[in-house]
């Protein structure tokens, strides 16, 4: 299963109140292409970022793991060196969203293929896709965000 396109996406307006709020958000994990794993995101802020040779990765399991508010890459040697250990950051907003700001990491953030400043905070819409250390599609591993609406 390849990146979702869950139908119609929800963008919120700034000017007006959504008519549905947002009750919950899940951040999906592709590896390849393909759906590896998925942390609901429970924490006002979460940071992601790559593991040290604590959480070396196998092929064959999930290559992320949440644990309280981090979300840690495992780590491959030439894998996934262009994650940085403290790479980005996700912050809910007071509507339900989350916004994501790149903390400084070494190879960039970019959120559907487009770079994001070290330090610059955007809103994340429904179905945006993150990619960390490459900003196309030829990323080994690549993030997607949906939203759930009452």
């Not at 919950?24 to 924490?43: C, M, P, Q, R, W």
């Not at 593991?51 to 999930?62: N, R, S």
Request: charged share 25%; hydrophobic share 35%; net charge neutral.
């Amino acid at each position: 299963m390849g990146w979702f396109g869950f139908g119609k996406k929800k963008v919120v307006n700034e000017d007006t109140e959504p008519e549905e709020k947002i009750v919950s958000a899940t951040l999906y994990v592709f590896v390849d292409h393909k759906l590896n794993n998925e942390h609901i995101l429970n924490g006002n802020v979460i940071e992601l970022g790559r593991a040290g040779k604590e959480f070396l990765l196998d092929f064959t399991k999930k290559w992320t793991r949440m644990a309280g508010n981090e979300i840690k890459v495992g780590y491959l040697s030439g894998i996934t060196s262009m994650i940085s250990g403290k790479h980005l950051k996700l912050k809910k907003q007071d509507d339900g969203r989350y916004s994501v700001t790149d903390v400084g990491s070494k190879y960039g953030t970019f959120i559907n293929g487009k770079p994001l400043n070290p330090g610059e905070n955007i809103i994340l819409e429904d179905e945006d896709k993150i990619n960390i250390g490459h900003g196309n599609s030829a990323s080994l591993i690549m993030f997607q965000i949906k939203y759930v609406y009452s």
